[in-house]
């Protein structure tokens, strides 16, 4: 009986052990290729990683480029904006230049009676120096170019939008010995024909400043009347306070660039130039750096402008 | 004999607990790898629809700047203006 016991035990032993042995290398082999599975997992964390960040800066970009994308979509409209703060500021600014309280200087050019063919060299002539305008614009001259039968001129009623420069009121006909101040109906007509050509020929503009053909003064006793019917129709007007003389008979160059220097003396300036006359072509380079080397501001006119009478 | 056995035993279910734990750890590592794996493939994707958007909108905004690059100096031009009636306030 005691001895079968022992022999029993040890048959036990014996299985134990067999079964621990077999253990032990199942366990050293599940130990390793844990160890081996953590390292993979580890790298792979490290890929996901990786890639996520890469995904953020991916979307971060699109982002970026989506902003980007709007604000050109916008741009017509940023831009509108940016002009109405910046006439505003130019109100502000004119208020303490008239009060004396501001040593700035600005200076508006103007010029009367286009379009014109020559019109595109003035507006060029403009761009190189990034000066914003005005241009009285009459129709006077009919669909074709006065200085150049051949080509019409309507295309450039949109040019003038196109590069950003104010379009004013210079009536339809232009008839100082026409009729034009023969009533006041004859002239506010002729404003409003002139208003209607403009907003055809540029999908909409519309203007609302006027210049007197020969200036204000030229209108005699309908002067206030006219004043009077404009400022119903939300119009103001303007004259001058400089010129170069090429309205009136300019013979030379000298001449131009002389009569153009000897009137800039004021702290805000209207300069009247007309698109056609070949001196004032040659004359603007040296006009604009003239300008801006005695300090003026040189800005397109806008309605709320304090050079604009409304009375 | 008795205490060998009992010794033995200790040792053989020590060695199983540990076995237990390999092999609880064992699955855990593979299904965190299956699912990592998974994930990669999740944000390798999306980054290539990513790219592709990114591609496109890209080859739109240069088009459209282009198409617009007038409208851009007018807008800078103004932009300009601004400042320097700002700064003279
Ligand atoms: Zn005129």
Redesign the interface.
Known sequence: MGKSLKSNQRKIIVILIVILVLLIPINIYLYLNNISLKKEYQSLNKDYQTNTKDFKNESNKIDEIKDKLDKLNNLSNDTKKIKEELFKDIKILEDSILNNKSNSKIAYLTFDDGPYYSTYKFLDVLDQYNVKATFFTTSINGTNCFDDNTKNCMALYKEYVKRGHTIANHTYTHGIFKGLYSSIDNFINAVKKQEEKVKTETDGYITNIVRFPGGSVTAGRLKSGIIKELQKLNYGYVDWTAEDGDGGNLTSRTAAWNNFTSTINEKIEVVLFHDFNKYTLEILPDAIKYLEDKGYILLPLFYESNMIKKS | ??K??VI??I??IL??T??TL??V??CI??N??ES??E??KQ??K??TD??E??NK??K??ED??KE?D???K??E??????K???E??
């Open positions: 004999m008795k060998i056995i033995i035993t040792i053989l060695t199983s540990v076995l390999n092999i750890n064992y590592l593979t965190n790898i990592t794996k994930s990669i944000v390798n999306k980054d990513n790219q958007n990114y909108l890209e739109e905004y459209l700047k617009k007038n409208d851009l007018e807008y031009t103004w932009e300009n203006l601004l320097v009636i700002k003279k306030l």
